[in-house]
């Protein structure tokens, strides 16, 4: 999808920039005076100006985005560790328990990998299979102090891992809003669009 998104802004800018040479072309020597040049350039500043900011905050948005998932990504890990060591500190008894906890952060993991395509069916299915994990532990039959212990802080930690931003499939990708790249590639066509006009005064200019 991003590859075709790169080709149609490409089409695009060629488009205008093709359009603004055929005009540039066509014009009238009176409508490429001195006035229309500090014109043009004017409108070109404040558009390039308004990129510029737009373009900045939206690498800062989505450098604060990947440091809060990484983050996320990271202390869900741990929790997904500390999970299985509880378990197994519990016992063999909990041996079902922690193969499906396995199964579910391996089907996870394949969702999160790039050539992974699955489908917001499987995404639900993965996150339906912590609660599988849940039920598993709510299953045990503890039969000391010890064992409720660590039953009750294995659904502690099995709670937080299910809760987990990074494990919901709808957090995995945050695309664009599609509007907002519209206005951004109509700024850049107006841009380009502009170029050649500039381009033909700077030329025509006496000095």
Known sequence: MSVLIFFVVLACLGASTVLG????????KAHLDSRSKEVI?????VI????????????FSAKTS??????????????????????AHYGPKTQ?????????????????EPSGKLG???????FVSVEDVQDKIRALAPET??????????LAVSGDIAQARWFLFDELDSTIPS???????????????????????VCMSPG
């Open 21 to 28: 040479l055929y005009l540039s072309a066509t014009s009238s």
């Open 41 to 45: 350039h004017g409108f070109m500043g």
């Open 48 to 59: 390039a100006h308004l990129i510029a900011v737009v373009l900045g905050l939206l690498i």
């Open 66 to 87: 990947f440091d809060t998932k990484d983050s996320e990504f990271k202390h869900a890990s741990a929790k997904v560790v500390l999970l299985d060591r509880v378990l």
């Open 96 to 112: 079902e328990a922690r193969d499906a906890l396995r199964s579910t952060i391996e089907k996870k993991l394949a969702v999160l």
């Open 120 to 126: 917001a069916e499987k995404g639900r299915r993965t």
């Open 145 to 154: 102090d010890g064992e409720r212990w660590l039953k009750e802080r294995a």
């Open 179 to 201: 509007p907002f790249i519209a206005i951004m590639v109509f700024w850049l066509m107006l841009i380009f669009f502009s170029m050649p006009t500039t381009a033909s005064q």
